[in-house]
C-alpha cells in the first residue's frame, strides 16, 4: 500500500491528492522526516506520496497539509501566501505546492529563488500558469523578499505591484498590486511542529531489528545489516531490491509486475555511506539522488578544477533529473540497475568509466561500468544472489575533459529523448585525442558507447577534421531502426552529432584557455557551447483599478481571492474524491477495449468474478434503460456490446470493495476480438473519405474574383495535434441510490450537472426527476469534464442501480488519458490571394478535424474553428469548408477554445507565409490586414465596439516591438548555433455557444432571517472563479459585502436545465441570472428600506419575513439576438467578441531544438474587469495552456490507434519553468462592454491562442537559422513547435548526414493523428 492511499482511505486525511500516481505531478506530495541515527542529524525532505510504499515508513513522521495549517486553525504562511497571491484556481495542485515550500522552508528558512524554483520541479499546475504561485513565494526569499529586488530601480514590487526587470517603467507604475504582501501573517521558522520526541527516542533506542511486513501478494523485508540481506538475497534469488521504488512502483502499478518478495535494504549504513578514495568518492548503492548530489557539490568547491569534471558532468545530469521529490528517495543504485536505455546517469558513469563493487553472501568482485556491463533492455551482469554495494566515481585527470548533456522535450522533470555524456583526454600540451568515451542513451536498448567512433579518433588532433570524421562516423555508428520505440529517429541521430559538436567546441574552449595551439571558437559559435540555466521569471501586471470613492463594500472590479483559496490551501476544500466513504460502498473499475475497431466475439468474467473482493460485473445488459448515450446525437454507448470502435472503449465494468481488487479484476476479464480495418489517422480519412454529416462551409465574396485579384497566390497546410486536458483531478463519479421510486444521487466532477442528470436517467430508465446530481467544485475541467464525464458517470449509476449501494470510481490518470479524449487535432489546407503590398484579397481554406468513434460536440467545434478561419483579418473573399473526420479514435471533445485555436493557428500559418513570401516584415502584414470597427466578418457579422486596434498599438509600444526586432536580428547575425524569433499575434476571440438554445442561464437566491444569502446558479466551479465573480456580483446588487453571501454547491434540484459551464459566457449568462434574482429580492425589499432607510440589512430582512415576504428568488437570462444560419450565412453568431495581442519572443537551440521563452506581453481586453486578480489569472493560465498546446505537449498514437502517451511521464505539459522570463499583462483600459453584466466580458477561452505569438516567434527563429544554410521563404511548420520539429526545420551539415527514412517503407512507432 503506498502512503497516499493510507492517508486517503484508512485516515481520511484527504488534504493530500492523486493526480497522477506515478511520481510525476507533484499533488500528493508530503514531507517526510526522519531522524538518522549514525549522522545524528534530523532530515526533511518532500516526498510524493503516491510512490511512497508504506512499509519504508517505519519510524519517519509524516506532515500532511492538514499537519500544518487550517483555516479554522491558523493558516500556515506557507498555505496563506499562494491563496493571497492568486496561486489557486481549482486547488487541485495546491496542497502538493504548499508541502513542496513548506519542506524547502523546513530545510532553509531563507532560501533563494533558485532554490524555490528547484523545490517546484516536480509539481504541476494546469490552471494558473504559475506566475501567481511564484510571485506569493517570493516573499519568504532573500533577493529582497520580493521582485527579488528587479523591480527596484522602479519601485519594489511589495510596494509597486510587481516588478519586471526590462519592462518599461511606465509599466512598472502602472502595475496596481493584485496582493499586498505586507499584510502577509509573518513568517517564524521557530513555530514549527517538532518532530515527535517519542519517534526520536524509538529512532535513538531502536536495537537495530529486521522488519517483515506481510501483505496478501507480497512479503517485504527489511533488513538491517548488510550480512542479512546478502543471505536474504541468497535465499530469495528472484526478491526485488526496493530502495525509492520510484522505477518498481511505476512497474507495479502500471506494468502489472507482481513481485512477492521485495527486500528493502535502505537503513543499511554500508549501502548509504560516501567514502572518498585516492581515485575518487564512492556512494553507497542506496544514496540519494539529492544525496549524491549535495555531496558533489561540496567536493566541487574545495577541488582543484581538473578533477571535477565528471562530477560536474553528474551534477548537471541531476539538474534536470526528475523533481526534487523523487531525487529526495530515488538511489543511484537504482538508477544503474534499472537499465534503463534513457538513464541520465548511466552515460556518465560510462564515459567516466565509474567502477561497481557487486556482493553477494560469499563475496564481492569490481567491474567496470562500460557497455559489457548492460546485456540488453533492462539488464545487466549482476548475477541472481547479487546486489550493488557501490559506485565509485573517479576524479577527472588533468586534460581530461567531460561534458554530459540531455535532451527531452521539456527541461524540468522530464525522461531523455537523447542523453550523452562524452570524455575525452588529450596528451598533456598538444591538442591530440589519447582517450575518448562516447555514451549515448536513447540511442539502443542500452546505454552505448560509440566505440568505433572513438577508436577511430585517437591520435587525432582536435580540430574541424577531427569534427568531420567524428560527425560522418558517428552517422554510420548510431543508427536507429526507422521503426524504434520512442520515434523522433532522425531527430535522434541528428541530436548524437549535435551533441557531438557541443562537445567539440566546449573542448576547443577549454583547449585554448591552457594555452593549446587549437582554433579559436568563433564568437558566432560560442552561445552553442554554453550550459543552459535558467533565469527567474519577473512579472508585471497592468490593470484598472476601481475609481476612488467606491463603496469598500462592493467587490465588483476589485482583485478579491478566490473565495475557496484558503481552504484549496490547507486540503479543506472537499473535491468528488474526498466525499467519505459510505458505510456499504464499493469501487468500480473500468473494462476498455485494447482494440480500435473490432466486434467482440466473447466476453469471459469468469476469472475476475472468482477475485478477491469482488462484487459484481457490470456489462450493457445490466443496463435498464437506453444503451445509446452522447451529449447532443445518441450515437455512442453507455457500454458497448457488440462492436467497439475505439481502443478504450467501455466494455464492462468490475465493481468490488476497494479500487485495488477492483482494478486487479478488470485486468482478468478476457475478451475475444475480431479485428476489422481501423481508420486513425485525418489522411486516412480523408483516402477513405471516412466524414460525419455535415460538411459545413462559410463563404462571402467571390472567390474567383479574388484570386485574379491577387498579385500573388499560395498554398499551403498544416497540422495541429491533439492536447489531452490534463486537469489535475481526473475524472471521478460517486453515485448513490436512494432507495426510492428510482432515485440516484449522483456526485460528479462535471461541467454539465444537467447533462450528466438526463444521460444517468436516460441509462436508468427513469425521469430526470428522480436524478439528483451535485458538484461542489472541480479540479480543473478545460473543456475536459462538458460532456465527456457522462461516459463514467453512467456507468457508475448503472452499478449503483445494479448492487443498490454506492459506488464510486476516480479513473487513474492513464485510464482517463486513454478514454476521455482530448482537444481535437486539425488538419488545414490553404490557398490565400494576395496583394503586393500584403493585403489579403482571396482565401480558400478547409479544415479537417480528427472526430474520433462518435459526434460528441464536434461539429459545434468544427463551427467555431470555420468561424475564426481569418481570426483578426478581413478577407474580401472567402471561403471556409469543414469536415470532420470518422476515426477510430476516442471521441475528441470540448477544450478551452473550442476549435477557435485550431482554426486561427492555420489563419496564422498563411498569414506567415504572405509575409515571408514578400519578404515583408510579419508584424507589418498582419497590421495592414486587421479588420477596422464596422466590417463584416465572412459570417455578416459587424464589427462594433472595436478594440484590437487599440490592444494591438498597447501591444507594439509595451513589447517595445521595433527596438525587440532590432535587437533580435543584431542578436541572430551574431550567434550560428542559437536564434531568436519575435512574433505578435492578434485573437478575436466570438463570444456565446454557438448552439442558440445554450445561451441561457438560470439562478436561486435565498435569504434567511439572520440576513445571510444562499446563492446557487447555473454555472460549476472548476477553478476558474465563477463563484467568486458571482458573489461579487450578487454583493453588489444586494449592496451588503461578499462575506455575507454562500454559494455551497451546483446541483440539478436548485437551478434545473443548466447549461454546460463552458463557452467562457458562464459569468455572462449566470452572472445576469444573478442579478436578475437578486434585483427581485432588492425589489420586495425595498419597502422595507424606505419605511427604515437608517436600518440594517439584517432589520429590512427581519422585517419582511414577519411580513410574510417571499425572501427566495429565482432569476433567468437569456441572450437576445442570437442565432446564425449556414444557410443563408446570415444572423448573430456572437453576442459579442473579445479581442487581444500577445508578442512574444523566444530563443532556440538550433543544434537540439531546445527553446526558451524569453518574454510575453499581452494584452487583453476583458472589458471591465470583474475581478482583475481572477481575470489576469484566466489570461496567464490559458496562454501557458496555449504554450503546452503549441510547443510541447504531443499525444503519441500508434499506427494501430493505441494512445502511447497516458501520464505526467511521457505527457508533457507546461512546467513552473516555461514562463516567459518577462511576462506582462496588461488589461486594456476603458473598454466597457454593454452586452455582458457589468461591462464585463469574457475571458476563459480567448487569451489562450496568444501562446501562437510563441509558435510563430520559434518559427521566426527557424527561419534565420535557416537562413544561415541558405533557405528562404516559407516552409511548414506542424504544431506543436517540438524540439524535434525545431530541430528538423533548422536544417544543417548535421542533419544532411542524417536524413529522414523514405515514407512508406516502413511501420512508425507512432503518428500523426
Ligand atoms: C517521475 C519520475 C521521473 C524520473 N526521472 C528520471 C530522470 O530524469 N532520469 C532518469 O534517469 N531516471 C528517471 N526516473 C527513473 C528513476 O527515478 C530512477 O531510475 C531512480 O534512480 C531509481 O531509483 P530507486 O531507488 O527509486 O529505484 P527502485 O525503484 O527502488 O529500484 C529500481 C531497480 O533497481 C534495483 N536495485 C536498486 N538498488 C539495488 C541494489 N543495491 N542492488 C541491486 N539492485 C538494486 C531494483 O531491484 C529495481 O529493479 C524517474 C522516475 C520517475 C517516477
Ligand atoms: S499523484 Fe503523486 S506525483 Fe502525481
Ligand atoms: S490550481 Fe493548479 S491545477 Fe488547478
Partial sequence: MTLLTYLRRKLGLTGTKLGCAEGGCGACTVMVSRYQTHTQQLLHYAVNACLAPLCSLHLVAVTTVEGIGSVARKLHPVQERIAR?????????TPGIVMSMYALLRNNPTPKMADVEEAFQGNLCRCTGYRPILEGYKTFTVEGGCCGGKGRENGCCMANGNGAEKSSEEDTNEATPLFTATDFAPFDPTQEVIFPPELMSLTKGQRSGSLCFRGDRAVWLQPDSLDEFLRLKWEHPDARVVVGNTEVGIEVKFKNMVYPVILAPAFIPELNTVTHTEDGVVFGAAC?????????????KTLPPHQNEVFLAVLEQLRWFAGLQIRNVAAVGGNIMTASPISDLNPVFMA??????????????VVQMDD?????YRKTTLRPQEVLLSIEIPYSKKNQFVSAFKQSPRREDDISIVTAAMSVTITPGTDVVEDLGLSYGGMAATTVLAKKTASRLLGRRWGEGLLEEACSSLAEEMTLDPSAPGGMVTYRQTLTLSLFYKFYLMVLQKLRAQGVNVAEVGADCLSAAEIYHPETPSSVQIYQAVPEGRSQDDAVGRPMMHLSALKQATGEAVYCDDVPLYENELYLALVTSSKAHANILSIDSSAAEQMPGVVCC???DDIPGSNATGPIVYDETVIARHQVTCVGHIIGAVVADTQLHAQRAAKAVRIQYEELPAVVTIQEAIAAQSFYQPIRTIQKG????????ADHILEGEMHIGGQEHFYLETNVTLAVPRGEDGEMEVFASTQSASKTQSLVAKALGVPANRVVVRVKRMGGGF?????????????????????KRPVRCMLDRDEDMLITGGRHPFYGKYKVGFLNSGKVVALDVSYYSNTGNSMDLSLSVLERALFHMENSYSVANVRGRGYLCRTNLPSNTAFRGFGGPQGMMVTESWMNDVAQSLGKPSEEVRRLNLYVEGELTPYNQILDQFTLDRCWDECLSRSVYQERRAAVDLYNRQNRWTKRGLAIVPTKFGISFTAVFLNQAGALAHIYTDGSVLLTHGGTEMGQGLHTKMVQVASRVLGIPCSKIHISETSTNTVPNTSPTAASASSDL????????????MKRLEPYKTKNPKGTWEDWVKAAYFDRVNLSANGFYKTPDLGYDFDSNSGRAFNYFSYGVACSEVEIDCLTGAHRNLSTTIVMDVGHSLNPAIDIGQVEGAFMQGLGLFTLEELHYSPQGVLLTRGPGSYKIPAFGDIPTQLTVSLLRDAPNDKAIFASKAVGEPPLFLAASVFYAIKDAISAARVESGISGPFRLDSPASAERIRNACSDRFTKLCPPAEPGTFRPWSVQV
Fill in 85 to 93: 497571491a492568486h496561486g489557486s484556481q481549482c486547488g487541485f495542485c
Fill in 288 to 300: 540519494t539522488l539529492s544525496h549524491m548530489g549535495a555531496v558533489l557539490k561540496e567536493m566541487v
Fill in 352 to 365: 567516466a568509466g565509474c567502477k561497481l563493487t557487486l556482493m553477494d553472501k560469499d563475496g564481492s568482485r
Fill in 372 to 376: 559489457s556491463f548492460f546485456t540488453g
Fill in 618 to 620: 457490470v456489462f450493457a
Fill in 702 to 709: 467571390d472567390l474567383e474574383v479574388g484570386f485574379k485579384q
Fill in 783 to 803: 473543456g475536459g469534464k462538458e460532456s465527456r464525464t457522462t461516459v463514467l458517470s453512467t456507468v457508475v449509476a448503472v452499478a449503483a442501480n445494479k448492487l
Fill in 1070 to 1081: 449566470n452572472g445576469a441570472a444573478v442579478q436578475n434574482a437578486c434585483e427581485t429580492l
